[in-house]
């Protein structure tokens, strides 16, 4: 007797490949789904979009175009087309891509945002970045995106205007609305409209970490110090590894004199030094212009992105460790043995950083900054980070006048009724990496003269 057999489900197995993180497995198991469903145009799209995921931007366009073949005209596989396309530098073309994904949804957020973002780092044009929002329409998702775009170009009022204009329309109330306002009624030095607005995020979604957070800087920015670290700790009770949150308790300790800010002032949790130059280089200064130049060549751009740190200077918008070009693939072959020897010398404790320490670790994004003359990093932390980095390649000659273009720890990122100083500096090197941990505030300090400033920076987390 004979049994019938139902054939394998590869787009379930794929989803749940997907889910738990396997995206190689996933991208093995559309490309069986595509197979068995040769004329879906679906699952071209699931895979293409997983290869877009995986840095494979060359096979997402092929994935993609044959969706398009098949039929699928779906906004959201003209947005995993154009995507790629842009990984792949063709910008023209992923330009009308991101059009053609419009012209199908016309309040597509995401896709406004990506065209949006495409158009300001190619151009540093405001007027460019916003040619497409300003004819879309008038929906909160999209005047998220307008503010976005505003506050890139340092228009926080205007951006303000906008949100606020969204939030007198907007019903039900929408929490990141809110959130936006209190974040860009802080920069313009309205602490009292910060905390209105984050207090009204929060009571629309009271168990909402960003809404929290978003109160604590506006009680910090209004000096109620006592309430910030009350807030912060319940946060961090919740979410142990909320490095946003961790950031803002430090600040409020540091504002305290509280003793407990020691956790994160520990010298100790910020390693620098230099590093092996990998095999195959001659020396240091060959390898490093070897880096340079492949560098180089994915810095296509005029400005920052959207809600970023830098100033003056541009992305990359690739994960470096997903690019096959052989001076990148042998830094992170090098860098590896680098992290291993200092999570080792990390070692264990109870402070928020090295409780997490298991001895192993995974990259959780790479990219590189090209800073021009005068730019800097504003002070920042990486929430989705453990520990994070710079990496130096090439550095102006400014970096020798203290403190021009040197990294600098634990001043706050954000308005403060008593401003902080940083807690040290690290002066950059060629060839030197620095790491510390994502929670901590670091930023660059402005600095002159004609040379760019370019480095590498990665984020790792406990595998």
Same mark, same amino acid.
């Given at each position: 007797?004979?049994?019938?057999?139902?054939?394998?489900?590869?787009?379930?197995?794929?989803?749940?490949?997907?889910?738990? @993180?396997? #995206?190689?497995? /996933?991208?093995? =198991?559309? +490309?069986?789904?595509?197979?068995? *469903? &040769?004329?879906? !145009? %679906? $699952?071209?799209?699931?895979?293409?979009?997983?290869?877009?995921?995986?840095?494979?931007?060359?096979?997402?366009?092929?994935?993609?175009?044959?969706?398009?073949?098949?039929?699928?005209?779906?906004?959201?596989?003209?947005?995993?087309?154009?995507?790629?396309?842009?990984?792949? @530098?063709? #910008?023209?073309? /992923?330009?009308? =891509?991101? +059009?053609?994904?419009?012209?199908? *949804? &016309?309040?597509? !957020? %995401? $896709?406004?945002?990506?065209?949006?973002?495409?158009?300001?780092?190619?151009?540093?044009?405001?007027?460019?970045?916003?040619?497409?929002?300003?004819?879309?329409?008038?929906?909160?998702?999209?005047?998220?995106?307008?503010?976005?775009?505003?506050?890139?170009?340092?228009?926080?009022?205007?951006?303000?205007?906008?949100?606020? =204009?969204?939030?007198?329309?907007?019903?039900?109330?929408?929490?990141?609305?809110?959130?936006?306002?209190?974040?860009?009624?802080?920069?313009?030095?309205?602490?009292?409209?910060?905390?209105?607005?984050?207090?009204?995020?929060?009571?629309?979604?009271?168990?909402?970490?960003?809404?929290?957070?978003?109160?604590?800087?506006?009680?910090?920015?209004?000096?109620?110090?006592?309430?910030?670290?009350?807030?912060? =700790?319940?946060?961090?009770?919740?979410?142990?590894?909320?490095?946003?949150?961790?950031?803002?308790?430090?600040?409020?300790?540091?504002?305290?004199?509280?003793?407990?800010?020691?956790?994160?002032?520990?010298?100790?949790?910020?390693?620098?030094?230099?590093?092996?130059?990998?095999?195959?280089?001659?020396?240091?200064?060959?390898?490093?212009?070897?880096?340079?130049?492949?560098?180089?060549?994915?810095?296509?751009?005029?400005?920052?992105?959207?809600?970023?740190?830098?100033?003056?200077?541009?992305?990359?918008?690739?994960?470096?460790?997903?690019?096959?070009?052989?001076?990148?693939?042998?830094?992170?072959?090098?860098?590896?043995?680098?992290?291993?020897?200092?999570?080792?010398?990390?070692?264990?404790?109870?402070?928020?950083?090295?409780?997490?320490?298991?001895?192993?670790?995974?990259?959780?994004?790479?990219?590189?900054?090209?800073?021009?003359?005068?730019?800097?990093?504003?002070?920042?932390?990486?929430?989705?980070?453990?520990?994070?980095?710079?990496?130096?390649?090439?550095?102006?000659?400014?970096?020798?006048?203290?403190?021009?273009?040197?990294?600098?720890?634990?001043?706050?990122?954000?308005?403060?009724?008593?401003?902080?100083?940083?807690?040290?500096?690290?002066?950059?090197?060629?060839?030197?990496?620095?790491?510390?941990?994502?929670?901590?505030?670091?930023?660059?300090?402005?600095?002159?003269?004609?040379?760019?400033?370019?480095?590498?920076?990665?984020?790792?987390?406990?595998?």
């Amino acid at each position: 007797m004979t049994t019938n057999v139902p054939p394998p489900d590869w787009a379930a197995q794929a989803a749940a490949l997907k889910a738990a @993180g396997d #995206l190689p497995g /996933a991208a093995r =198991a559309y +490309a069986r789904a595509a197979a068995a *469903r &040769p004329n879906s !145009a %679906v $699952a071209e799209h699931n895979l293409a979009s997983t290869l877009g995921d995986l840095g494979d931007f060359a096979g997402a366009v092929e994935a993609s175009g044959r969706a398009f073949a098949k039929g699928g005209e779906a906004p959201e596989t003209w947005l995993v087309h154009a995507r790629a396309l842009q990984g792949l @530098g063709r #910008l023209d073309a /992923a330009e009308a =891509a991101f +059009a053609q994904a419009l012209r199908r *949804r &016309p309040d597509y !957020a %995401v $896709a406004h945002r990506d065209l949006a973002q495409l158009r300001w780092m190619r151009s540093a044009d405001p007027a460019a970045a916003m040619r497409a929002l300003n004819a879309a329409p008038d929906t909160p998702d999209l005047a998220l995106v307008r503010a976005a775009v505003l506050l890139a170009s340092g228009d926080a009022h205007r951006a303000l205007a906008v949100t606020r =204009a969204a939030l007198a329309k907007a019903a039900p109330v929408m929490p990141a609305l809110h959130l936006m306002a209190a974040g860009l009624a802080g920069r313009i030095g309205d602490p009292a409209a910060q905390l209105a607005h984050a207090t009204a995020a929060l009571q629309a979604a009271p168990g909402s970490a960003d809404a929290a957070r978003a109160a604590v800087e506006a009680l910090l920015h209004l000096d109620r110090v006592a309430e910030a670290s009350a807030l912060a =700790a319940r946060i961090v009770a919740a979410h142990p590894d909320d490095q946003s949150a961790l950031s803002l308790l430090h600040t409020a300790w540091r504002l305290a004199g509280d003793p407990q800010a020691g956790a994160l002032d520990d010298p100790a949790l910020v390693s620098a030094g230099i590093v092996d130059t990998p095999e195959g280089w001659r020396d240091r200064a060959t390898f490093l212009a070897d880096l340079a130049d492949a560098l180089a060549a994915l810095h296509a751009w005029h400005t920052h992105p959207l809600e970023q740190s830098l100033r003056h200077g541009s992305q990359t918008q690739v994960d470096l460790t997903r690019v096959d070009t052989p001076a990148i693939r042998a830094l992170f072959a090098t860098l590896e043995q680098e992290i291993d020897r200092r999570v080792a010398a990390l070692g264990h404790g109870d402070d928020p950083v090295r409780r997490r320490n298991t001895g192993r670790w995974r990259f959780a994004g790479a990219w590189s900054v090209r800073l021009l003359p005068g730019g800097f990093h504003t002070d920042h932390v990486h929430p989705a980070g453990w520990l994070s980095s710079a990496f130096y390649v090439a550095l102006p000659d400014a970096v020798a006048r203290e403190p021009e273009g040197w990294l600098a720890f634990g001043r706050a990122g954000i308005p403060l009724a008593r401003p902080q100083e940083p807690i040290r500096h690290v002066r950059p090197q060629p060839g030197l990496l620095a790491l510390f941990p994502s929670c901590l505030w670091h930023g660059t300090e402005p600095f002159g003269g004609e040379a760019a400033r370019l480095t590498v920076a990665f984020d790792v987390v406990p595998a």
